[in-house]
């Protein structure tokens, strides 16, 4: 009798864990689809500063996840110089498109890591190549309640076979009205390193399209303080019937 109530006692423990780990997949999940839901059609402005230069651009980025077959594209509206580049991502398909010379140049794995445009996002950021809810385990590091919000801050470890470039992520969210907002990703390139690479802030909450969302996603990276890449959303539409052809490389004619 003791062996089956401890044995009932250990199954209650593994569900219990299992269940918060799904929870916690979920948060990350819906934290992370807060800008985008089932589809979204953005315009929203790019500003750099760097030591050496300073851009400014504005985007139009559709996104389409209502299939396993993910969608992103990102066009440039202007300046005038990079109007009409374009980036598209479908599935694990990436591709640039360079007006210009009408070149399309398919991207290869190794370039995820690498700068979009100049900015301090990577090319895996704004294609979301990498999948934070689904690439990397979780663990509720701390919980607390603040201006009628409740707060969590999740580390995220990748799964031994995941194609990740951050060996730790720290994720700091909150719950509100029933949704999950982030507020601050902390991205470091080793599990054990003490100081980050660089940190994701998500601010000025604001009702667009009927939805509280953030509009504002601002990265900096720890070793250069002074310089960011600000993303502000000026507009944005959800759950539009987007048509397949919006992602196809013959739209960027």
């Not at 109530?5 to 997949?25: E, H, W």
């Not at 009409?84 to 479908?90: C, I, W």
């Not at 607390?144 to 994720?171: F, I």
């Not at 720890?222 to 507009?235: A, F, G, I, L, N």
């Amino acid at each position: 009798m003791k062996k089956l109530f401890f044995f009932f006692i250990v199954l209650l423990c593994n569900s219990a864990s299992a269940n918060s780990k799904d929870q916690l997949g979920s948060w990350i999940d819906s934290a992370e689809r807060i800008l985008r839901a089932q589809t979204s059609a953005s315009v929203l402005s790019m500003a750099i500063n760097k030591a050496e230069y300073q851009r400014d651009f504005t985007l139009l980025v559709l996104t389409d996840d209502r299939s396993e077959q993910q969608k992103v594209m990102v066009r440039m509206l202007g300046p005038a110089l990079w109007r009409g580049n374009v980036t598209l991502k479908v599935d694990d398909r990436i591709s640039f498109f360079e007006p210009r010379n009408k070149r399309t140049t398919v991207m290869s794995s190794s370039m995820l890591a690498s700068s979009w445009m100049g900015s301090h996002f990577s090319n895996d950021d704004l294609m979301r190549e990498t999948d934070l809810a689904t690439h990397y385990a979780y663990q509720l590091t701390k919980s607390w309640q603040q201006d009628n919000r409740d707060y969590h801050l999740v580390e995220l470890t990748p799964l031994p076979s995941a194609p990740v470039v951050w060996g730790k992520v720290m994720y700091r969210l909150y719950l509100e009205d029933g949704r999950v907002f982030p507020e601050q990703v902390t991205y470091y390139r080793r599990n054990d390193d003490a100081q980050p690479e660089r940190t994701l802030t998500y601010s000025d909450v604001k009702l667009m399209d009927g939805f509280k969302v953030p509009t504002v996603m601002e990265m900096r990276i720890s070793d250069k303080p002074d310089e960011y890449t600000r993303m502000h959303y000026q507009k944005i539409k959800f759950n539009s019937d987007l048509a397949a052809s919006k992602f196809t490389e013959q739209a960027f004619l």
